[in-house]
């Protein structure tokens, strides 16, 4: 193929541009760091993300930050912008100087979310049972996220008993022992007792497999006093079908994705007005009973 490519006088950006041959295909014929800066201009901003880790080891650090930056610019969803940054992370493409880059971009358009959306005050729970090794990752992610976007005035971890955690004590915690989902609530309950908040939702991350007193549903009850925050569960790890009647959503996942953040949003969104309006309805048909009572008597 590459004397073919010599006797024709073609380049590997020829065969992209010109015969449109994927770029996967094409990598494999590059033989100078020349034909790489040629491919890499002119491929997609999602084709050199793809394959980021190989032009920055042929390009070095300078060139490839420079085209990098270049194609992050031309990239307008959000949530793609997160992708990005979780990908050149996972694939050891990531250099300082994009980190900032990225950084920078990210906090702008989960800034310009927040604002569009009107995201309130939010809990996250987190189970680190003996079952759940993928929850902490994702959220640590959520956490990081979402804490840019709103305000997250809970952070509790529970197995078999719950607790408070930090962000920082997030990433030590162990997978251990049985699970009490209610006790997570019944801990949040006591909290918002203590310190008053209105909580737009709810994000728990948990496989639903409880097994240990106290039990999800006999403490989502003790949440009617504070509104009823929905509650978006991100349900990973064993998924267990365990029965919710309380205003909620699911989410299946088996790791953090940031699509899972604009899935997240708008279930949030949606969540908060379905309650909003069974309080309206509520409401009225209260007014409705006392009116007939009061007309009755007289």
């Known amino acids: 193929m590459i004397d073919a490519m010599k006797e024709l006088n073609l380049t590997p950006a020829d065969l992209v541009r010109t015969y449109k041959i994927p770029l996967h295909l094409v990598m494999q014929w590059v033989q100078t760091s020349k034909e790489a800066y040629e491919l890499a201009k002119i491929s997609t901003p999602d084709d050199f993300v793809r394959h980021a880790r190989w032009f920055r080891t042929i390009l070095g650090d ?167 925050p929905p509650i978006v569960v991100i349900h990973c790890g064993s998924r267990c079908n365990l029965k919710i009647d309380y205003p909620h959503a699911k989410i299946s996942v088996d790791s953090f994705h940031p699509r899972l953040i604009k899935n997240i949003v708008a279930n949030i969104v949606r969540l908060t007005a379905k309650v909003s309006e069974e309080k309206e309805i509520t409401k009225v048909v209260k007014e409705k009973k006392t009116y007939l009572r009061g007309a009755w008597k007289s």
């Open 62 to 228: 300078d060139e490839f930050e420079r085209i990098a930056i270049s194609k992050i610019e031309k990239v307008k969803d959000p949530f793609s912008i997160l992708s990005i940054k979780q990908h050149l992370e996972e694939t050891g493409a990531l250099t300082p100087k994009l980190t900032k880059v990225l950084e920078k971009r990210a906090e702008k358009v989960l800034d310009e979310i927040a604002k569009s959306v009107n995201l309130g005050n939010l809990a996250l729970i987190v189970d680190v049972s003996g079952s759940m090794w993928e929850a902490l990752e994702i959220t640590d992610k959520l956490y990081e996220v979402f804490s840019r976007m709103t305000r997250i005035t809970h952070l509790i971890a529970f197995r078999e008993y719950a607790f408070t955690v930090s962000k920082k004590q997030l990433k030590s915690l162990e997978q251990d022992g049985t699970t009490s989902i209610g006790s997570a609530i019944l801990l949040l309950a006591q909290q918002l007792k203590e310190k008053p908040i209105d909580l737009q939702a709810i994000i728990l991350v948990s496989d639903l497999c409880e097994n240990t007193a106290p039990y999800l549903k006999d403490s989502l009850k003790l949440l009617e006093e504070f509104g009823s």
